[in-house]
């Protein structure tokens, strides 16, 4: 069990990748292999020339040529889906020089073109198998050894826990993937989830879609997909990101069409320039949407209410109470934000929807694709 957390504010702690648990065991099994030694920690160096130590909780050997170390990841305070999860390696010393890889119990394999991995390689990215490598190969001269390794990595439970992560929609089935490029997991920097976006955008456009959708959340993707019949391949999860899903598309010119769906709050705060859709970096703006409504036609009295809402969704019953048209306006001022980023070979749609999914608002860039939008939908009172 997890220690109780202190009531008293406290620094966030960093955590540790999978890449850097993956290169600590591999370290703890090289080290058993030739000197009998079942360490209780081990130091490894970061990419960025940082040395940190791991606990390692198990090594044993599996036979003559090999062993198996591992360790309980600590991700600090991020809210990381791997933390207390069991990374381990099975380490077998080989007479072929190389250094290979291979996916254990746990750890997924690449089906799909568009990731920095080929198809059929084990879900390890570069830089942990850089790593391993770098510290392999400082143990081989020390040793003066002259075969191989084989590199087995594995996690415990991995292929249950990759169900809740974008693994299955990368095409990357069997488990998670062991990541990392500085070894160090930065407190709520969900650097991983956004890596996880520009896999999918890399993948869609590696498979040849022209077509992708972009959501905040299940409910705005449950929306996109019914209504275009995209694949899963096609819809991006954005959540909260949407300045890092929009900027990564600068480099995916082939595409011709985006959709952007969300849920109307969080539009609000794109289409008044903000990037990040957490409320810990940014707020709906009430004050705002009474401007927009103002400029919609809408008389002081109206203007008023809305600037003393409590959500933006009471906002938006009192614009269409009286037929004036805020969530579309959203929608195109969020498209104008958009713009910014997107080549203009890509045509933009946005929707908004409410809390149940429904299409509350769109806009479209083109005169065919707007005839292809919704009208406005009325909210119903039980929302």
């Not at 520009?198 to 299940?218: K, P």
């Not at 004036?324 to 195109?332: G, H, S, W």
């Amino acid at each position: 069990m997890w220690p109780e957390s202190s009531e008293q504010p406290t620094p966030l702690r960093t955590g540790l990748t999978t890449g850097s648990c993956a290169t600590a065991c591999t370290v703890a099994a090289v080290r058993y292999l030739f000197e009998q030694k079942r360490l209780s920690t081990v130091a490894i160096m970061l990419p960025r020339g940082q040395t940190v130590e791991l606990p390692i909780h198990h090594v044993e050997a599996l036979d003559t040529d090999s062993a198996i170390a591992a360790t309980i990841k600590d991700a600090g305070d991020d809210p990381d889906v791997t933390h207390g999860s069991e990374v381990f390696v099975q380490l077998r010393l080989t007479r072929e020089k190389a250094i290979t890889f291979k996916a254990a119990a746990g750890v997924g394999t690449v089906t799909k073109a568009g990731l920095s991995l080929a198809i059929g390689e084990p879900a390890i990215n570069p830089v942990p198998r850089q790593m391993i490598t770098d510290h392999l190969q400082r143990y081989r001269a020390f040793y003066a050894y002259e075969g191989g390794f084989e590199v087995a990595v594995g996690v415990k439970n991995g292929a249950q826990i990759a169900q809740k992560t974008m693994n299955p929609r990368l095409g990357i089935l069997g488990g998670l993937s062991i990541l990392g490029t500085t070894g160090i997991v930065r407190p709520y920097s969900c650097a991983a989830y956004i890596a996880s976006i520009r896999q999918g955008v890399d993948v869609a456009c590696n498979n040849g879609l022209t077509h992708i959708a972009a959501s905040t959340g299940s409910t705005s993707e449950a929306m996109v997909r019914e209504h275009y019949q995209l694949s899963d391949m096609a819809l991006i999860e954005m959540g909260d990101f949407a300045g890092a899903f929009l900027k990564h598309l600068r480099r995916n010119t082939q595409l011709t069409r985006l959709t952007l769906c969300a849920g109307f709050g969080k539009l609000t705060k794109l289409a008044a320039g903000h990037l990040d859709l957490h409320s810990r970096a940014s707020s709906i703006d009430l004050h705002q949407l009474a401007q927009i409504a103002r400029e919609l036609g809408g008389d002081e009295q109206l203007a008023e209410q809305i600037a003393g809402c409590n959500t933006s969704m009471e906002a938006l019953r009192l614009c269409q109470m009286q037929k004036l048209p805020l969530a579309d306006t959203i929608c195109q001022r969020a498209g104008a934000v958009m713009r910014r980023f997107i080549p203009k070979t890509i045509t933009i749609t946005v929707w908004a929807v409410d809390r149940k999914g429904l299409p509350v608002g769109s806009y479209a860039d083109t005169p065919a694709l707007l005839a292809r939008c919704y009208g406005m939908t009325e909210i119903g009172d039980d929302e």
